[in-house]
């Protein structure tokens, strides 16, 4: 319980971030004519921010089938993020991974990670994590399609910088030499250029396996 509430603790300083993505796609659900119930429950079944906003942009103009599978690439990045905490989690019931890796996110997986990384991770923080995010995504996504157009812009007042922030101050923690440091700045012009010439979200899966692939390189090429 202790290592859950660390957990639950460590959302805080995203909460800002989280409120105003989750206002702000309510406020885009509603807009489409869902209830606020609906809205609600697309976040707790889908529990993917980036996948529910391409998903209303679609949701008038295209059928199932599309949606789902551009959902499907956009959340292609969890086999990266799922392979990279697995070592973490062996020797775990089977159960226990399934709830893990249904509720993780962007951000619940970079505390869970940040944490590992420091020797301070467990089962019970990532848990935590995951429900902290939860909890202020799915409430705030009700308080958008509840309170609907009354909503201001969260991106007028700045808020929408949060996450790139918060991601950046978690990041700098985990380049521990130089191999790293390439690593994240290849990842960052593969995502820039990609970005220009992709379709969609590729970028974000090219960029990853890319930059991955050439971290995996400078660890057999650095001498023992």
């Given at each position: 319980m202790s290592a859950f509430r660390r957990g639950l603790l460590a959302t805080l300083p995203l909460a800002p971030g989280v409120i105003a993505f989750g206002l702000l796609y309510g406020v885009m659900a509603r807009q489409l004519g869902f209830a606020p119930w609906e809205a609600v429950a697309m976040s707790v079944v889908?529990?993917?921010?980036?996948?529910?906003?391409?998903?209303?942009?679609?949701?008038?103009?295209?059928?199932?089938?599309?949606?789902?599978?551009?959902?499907?690439?956009?959340?292609?990045?969890?086999?990266?993020?799922?392979a990279s905490i697995a070592p973490y989690l062996r020797g775990l019931p089977a159960r226990w991974k399934a709830w893990l890796a249904l509720w993780m996110s962007d951000e619940s997986y970079a505390l869970a990670i940040a944490a590992y990384e420091a020797g301070q991770g467990s089962a019970?923080?990532?848990?935590?994590?995951?429900?902290?995010?939860?909890?202020?995504?799915?409430?705030?996504?009700?308080a958008g399609a509840w309170l609907g157009a009354?909503?201001?812009?969260?991106?007028?007042?700045g808020l929408d910088l949060v996450f790139p922030l918060a991601f950046i101050g978690l990041l700098i923690s985990f380049l521990k030499d130089r191999a790293h440091v390439a690593v994240a700045v290849l990842a960052g012009i593969l995502a820039l250029v990609g970005i220009q010439v992709l379709?969609?979200?590729?970028?974000?899966?090219?960029?990853g396996l890319a930059a991955s692939a050439a971290g995996l390189l400078l660890e057999k090429a650095a001498p023992s």
């Open positions: 889908v529990h993917a921010g980036s996948a529910q906003f391409v998903a209303l942009e679609m949701w008038n103009t295209a059928s199932a089938g599309p949606i789902i599978l551009t959902t499907l690439v956009v959340n292609l990045r969890h086999l990266l993020l799922g019970g923080f990532f848990l935590g994590a995951n429900l902290g995010i939860g909890l202020l995504w799915w409430i705030s996504g009700g009354a909503v201001p812009d969260p991106a007028a007042y379709p969609g979200k590729w970028y974000v899966i090219v960029a």
